[in-house]
Structures are given as structure tokens and as C-alpha cells.
Nanobody, 127 residues
Framework: QVQLVESGGGLVQAGGSLRLSCAAS????????MGWFRQAPGKEREFVAA????????LYTDSLKGRFTISRDNAKNTVYLQMNSLKPEDTAVYYC????????????????????WGQGTQVTVSS
């Protein structure tokens, strides 16, 4: 088991930046590929980005490439999501999640592959 706690959300103006963090405890952090997802009101949860166990591979949803960057620090048991040039449509609850079964170099956008989830952090972008 792994416990995940997100932080760093808040209210920001359009064009601004936020850095989300997700701290993990429990089993060895580098046993998991990590992902970020988001869910806006009235919409389904959607994939944002993922990073492999070592951090060597990343995957992004196409519409966010260039604005969002995922990274991880295995020494700190933390995964990050740097969000730049934020837009009102980025407003959502952001969740981090852990995939315990993927290969060492694998990354996936498939929500069903992530077994462990944090409680989420709210990001609100004002226009």
C-alpha cells in the first residue's frame, strides 16, 4: 500500500503558474509509476501526465504538452506537476495516482491501471 497526499493547489489568475506536489508514504516509492489526473465539475476524470519509476520517461495528454511538466524525486518520495500559462479551463481537482504493476520503464494514461489515489487538490484559474 501507498498513501498519497497532494498539495500546492489554489487560486491563480490566467497566465499564472502553480506547482503541485504529491508526497507518498508506505511501500518503496520507486516501485510505482506515477500519474496526475484532473476532474472538472460535471466532467469525467481525465489523464494529465505520467512518469515512469525512474523518472526517465514521461507521457502527457496532447493538449497540455508544453505547458505542464511532470517530474519526480525518488529520494523525497514526491512527484510534481509544474503548470504554466494556466487557463480557466484548467480549473479542476487534481489527483495524483500510483501504478504498482507497470514495467520499470513504462508509463500509461489508463486510469484503471492506477490502484492508489490521493484526495485531490483544487486548482482554480480565474480569467
Amino acid at each position: 500500500q501507498v498513501q498519497l497526499v497532494e498539495s500546492g493547489g489554489g487560486l491563480v489568475q490566467a497566465g499564472g503558474s502553480l506547482r503541485l506536489s504529491c508526497a507518498a508514504s508506505g511501500r518503496t516509492f520507486n516501485s510505482y509509476a506515477m500519474g496526475w489526473f484532473r476532474q472538472a465539475p460535471g466532467k469525467e476524470r481525465e489523464f494529465v501526465a505520467a512518469v515512469s519509476r525512474s523518472g526517465g520517461r514521461t507521457l502527457y495528454t496532447d493538449s497540455l504538452k508544453g505547458r505542464f511538466t511532470i517530474s519526480r524525486d525518488n529520494a523525497k518520495n514526491t512527484v510534481y506537476l509544474q503548470m504554466n500559462s494556466l487557463k480557466p479551463e484548467d480549473t479542476a481537482v487534481y489527483y495524483c495516482a500510483a501504478d504498482p504493476r507497470i514495467s520499470v520503464v513504462g508509463v500509461t494514461s489508463a486510469l484503471a491501471e492506477y490502484d492508489y489515489w490521493g484526495q485531490g487538490t483544487q486548482v482554480t484559474v480565474s480569467s
